[in-house]
């Protein structure tokens, strides 16, 4: 039988995630909820969803509750709905809320910490999931299938939440502005902006891709397309002119150390 999910703050990560459930049997979505009564109605007439803005209502109805609030107000709403968590299953996706932190503020509740991104929208989403206090192995098997629904999912230990949260959670904007970046370039050197953002925007997921189907190091895939005096070995040393190894990397770095300060 399809465990039946509430979503608690359906904003943009909440409809990205249940925009990819349609499909999977695993998963009913049976209540989505916000704070103002206008965008529940809206989110009723553009997803064919029962959108609501009890959440208590909204997690009566459900086996799994999905937390997509801002990570500042989870404690304000899982103190709200206190006893009404007993026994079900709550996946936070709020960055930097601890499994610790959710085990205390819903206590008979099992426990599952997930990371997505917001390619989820496409289905191009990269989720990392934990197991928490009293999440079983079919409810971790259940979270994996969930959120299979909108990309690839890795299970890790919660230890590595912050530097995920940096580099997939953030990722899909510091891939923007690389993609952005090399678009400029090429509209510096006479392309349409149009054209150069397309040209740079299929670039990066072909190599992307690359690097997730054959599973060879990016630096082979690199010297591969570097010709002894040609332009790309040309373009690379001006790229590490400009320390960009360490810049990402260092990015990386800046974004967990705030990330570990989320859920404060
Ligand atoms: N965005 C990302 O890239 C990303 C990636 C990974 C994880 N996350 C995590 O995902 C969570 C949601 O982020 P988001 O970007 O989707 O935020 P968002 O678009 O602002 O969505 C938050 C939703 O919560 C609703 N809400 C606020 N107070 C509520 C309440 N008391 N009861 C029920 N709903 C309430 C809001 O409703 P109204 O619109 O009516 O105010 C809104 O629909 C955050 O914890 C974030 O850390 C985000």
Redesign the pocket.
């Known amino acids: 039988m399809a465990a039946r999910l509430a979503v608690?703050?359906?904003?943009?990560?909440?409809?990205?995630i249940i925009g990819g459930l349609r499909d999977n049997p695993d998963v009913d979505v049976v209540a989505v909820?916000?704070?103002?009564q206008h965008?529940?109605e809206r989110l009723a007439t553009e997803l064919d969803v029962n959108a609501l803005?009890d959440?208590r209502v909204a997690v009566a109805g459900a086996d799994v509750v999905l937390?997509?609030?801002?990570?500042q107000?989870?404690k304000?709403?899982l103190q709200?709905l206190g006893p009404a968590l007993e026994g079900k299953l709550l996946v936070?996706?709020?960055?930097?809320?601890t499994t610790a932190q959710l085990h205390a503020l819903a206590p008979g509740a099992s426990i599952v910490r997930a990371?997505?991104?917001?390619p989820s929208l496409i289905r191009e989403g990269m989720t990392v999931l934990t197991g928490g206090p009293g999440a079983t192995d079919a409810q971790l098997a259940l979270c994996e299938s969930l959120f299979a629904s909108v990309g690839r999912v890795a299970v890790l230990e919660e230890k590595h939440f912050d530097v995920v949260?940096a580099l997939s959670?953030?990722g899909?904007?510091f891939a923007c502005v690389i993609l952005e970046s090399l678009a400029d370039g090429g509209v510096r050197m006479g392309l349409p902006r149009d054209v150069a953002v397309e040209l740079a925007a299929q670039t990066m997921q072909g190599a992307a891709r690359l690097v997730l189907q054959t599973g060879r190091h990016p630096a082979a895939l690199k010297d591969e397309v570097t010709t002894p005096a040609g332009c790309t070995i040309a373009g690379l040393l001006t790229m590490e002119d400009g320390r960009i190894r360490s810049i990402l990397a260092r990015t990386i770095e800046e974004a967990a150390k705030v990330a570990s300060g989320?859920g404060q």
Do not use: D
């Open positions: 608690i703050g359906c904003g943009k990560m909440g409809q990205a909820t916000t704070r103002r965008v529940a803005t959440n937390l997509s609030v801002k990570p107000i989870a304000q709403v709200e936070s996706i709020c960055a930097g809320v990371m997505p991104n917001t949260t959670g953030s899909p904007a989320l």
